[in-house]
């Protein structure tokens, strides 16, 4: 079992919950409620300024929607590893509440009450962020969870664009279904990113919620086969009768 050090406090890892491209994520024996990411060693040093910054501003206090980096976690010798954050247990990733199939299963007792209810509780998740000074930059549909009773928590707070003092911690990275037309082409590690480009992402979020799983630029545009990405970079947009001679895509079937 491997040790870490919180404070000055020797503490064990317990059960792995979970693994993304950048470390893994484990409960803490002692620590109930509390989760513990580990970097994959080669992004440590890479990560360490920017983790030690989100944890001296106290963002973890000032939401629990959101779980931000609480405390510095390092190995016995002092070198650092990763952070605590609050541990969000009992949620369920959103696209499994917006997609019917996975909604049977994994909520089985929601409605459209409930759907809309979680909807306005995304965007309220996604107001906090901002209202504490970061901007989420990578909104997708694996960091917004979602709980039984509609509440939301989001995840993956180490990578939200933050700036101190005048430093800017970039979010390198985007999934492109969720980035707005203006970003398609860039370089996500360097552009700034802003609150307007979490909206956009909110509102892909948002319509997968209430058109159960479908994305707003789904369509049959009358071109060569283009993916999701493009359809948004080439703002074909095709829910709107107006606009369909400009975009040359009609609404999928059945719409
Ligand atoms: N605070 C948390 N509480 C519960 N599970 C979490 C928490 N943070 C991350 N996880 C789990 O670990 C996985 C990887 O975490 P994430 O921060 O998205 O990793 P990465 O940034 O490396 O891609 C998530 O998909 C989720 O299942
Ligand atoms: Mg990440």
Redesign the pocket.
Known sequence: MQEIVIGNSRFSVAEL???????E?YAIKGRSGQ?V?IYNAGLRSKREDKVRAMVGEGLAIKTDLV?YPGEIVTDNQGNFLGFV?????GYRPLHELYSPKSRQRYFPKADYRFIVHTALNVARAVGKVHQTGCVIGDLNH??VLVAQDATVAL??AD?FQFRLNGKSYPCVVGVPDFTPPELHGKNLASVERTIEHDNFGLAVAIFHLLFMGRHPYAGRYSGPDISMGDAIAQNRFAFSLTRQSATRTTPPPAH
């Not at 954050?85 to 247990?89: D, E, G, T």
């Open positions: 919950i979970g693994k993304g491209g950048e470390g994520v989760a990411k779980a954050m609050r541990l969000v247990s694996s960091g995840i993956d990578s």
